[in-house]
């Protein structure tokens, strides 16, 4: 289950980029965080009363809840946004996803976790391809080098979330958790928002605008927030978040589709290294699982 998880996320959140760029061509950006919020987390909510799960929040569960979104989804919706309008967005998306080293260095002495060579050998992987997908434009990190302190920030927000999430004992359904981290981010992004840019007027965007936002409330917002939370309560939260290593790659190769942007020998070059990162930690330890037996962590 957790392969198919990440799976289905390295689809839906890797079609989020080419989406975003559609939508953000006709929609300012705190606006465009704070609906996606907004609308993520409602449907969660919903989904999770219509499941039959416990949908309200117990005081004492209201700490960790902002505790965890504040990292994992306002941190990182925060930081990103400053970063993206400093640099060219493709790039920091790449720094973005430098996420998966931060939270296995961060694993190791707040979770316990081993830093295996496998690990090791799958991040060393990983992070050749997403620079293979760099290239020569490295050079925007001299010329921009706040914005791509503030995506090394995002990134690093992220990891932390994705720790904090597995240190608390959870007796709250992840639906239920992820709809409220959602909501409570969605407060200070939508006041952000009004006092800083107008009011959208949705009912002049385009129709891919809304075919994208519809698509982004569905799944980058909603399934994959979820699946991924659930992702980490499966797997060591360093697995989890080398998981996510597919997503620029399949970003980068939906944009190709949808937006005709070029795709060359980088590109493959890096599809095969993060495959291969992928195969390490994810594939290999569960086939060696299967042979003998035990199960995977």
């Known amino acids: 289950m957790p392969i198919l998880l990440l799976a289905g996320l390295a689809l839906f959140w890797g079609l989020n980029w080419p989406g975003m760029k559609i939508i ?12 996606c919020l907004l609308a993520g987390g409602s449907i969660l909510l919903a989904l999770s009363g219509l499941s039959g799960n416990r949908w309200r929040l117990q005081r004492r569960e209201l700490a960790p809840v902002a505790l965890c979104g504040g990292f994992a989804i306002l941190g990182w919706m925060v930081f990103s946004a400053y970063g993206v309008s400093l640099m060219p967005a493709g790039r920091a998306s790449i720094i973005a996803f430098t996420m ?9 002495p707040l979770l316990g976790e081993r830093i295996t ?17 760099i290239g020569q434009d490295l050079v925007i990190l001299r010329q921009a080098p706040v914005g791509a302190l503030f995506m090394l920030l995002a990134a690093v927000s992220w990891a932390i979330g994705t720790i904090l999430l597995k240190r608390f004992n959870w007796q709250l359904p992840v ?9 409570f981010s969605a407060l200070p992004v939508t006041l952000v928002a009004l006092a800083s840019e ?3 007027d949705l009912a002049a965007l385009s129709l891919p605008a809304v075919v994208a936002l519809v698509y982004l409330f569905l799944f980058p917002m909603s399934f994959c927030q979820w699946a991924y939370f659930k992702v980490v309560t499966l797997l060591p939260a360093s697995v989890a978040a080398i998981g996510t290593l597919m997503v620029p790659v399949i970003g980068v190769y939906s944009s190709h589709l949808i937006l005709d942007e070029p795709v060359g020998l980088a590109e493959l070059s890096a599809l095969l290294l993060i495959v291969g990162a992928l195969a390490l930690v994810l594939l290999l ?10 199960p995977t962590a």
Do not use: C, D, H, M
């Open 198 to 200: 107008p009011l959208p």
């Open 175 to 183: 639906l239920t958790n992820v709809a409220w981290q959602l909501l």
């Open 285 to 294: 330890p569960a086939l060696s699982a299967r042979k003998t037996g035990t």
């Open 117 to 133: 060579l496998a690990k090791i050998a799958g991040l060393l992987l990983g992070v050749s391809g997403l620079g293979v997908l």
């Open 100 to 108: 998966p080293v931060w939270a296995t260095l961060l694993a190791s």
């Open 24 to 35: 953000l061509g006709e929609l300012t950006v705190w606006w465009f965080r704070a609906l």
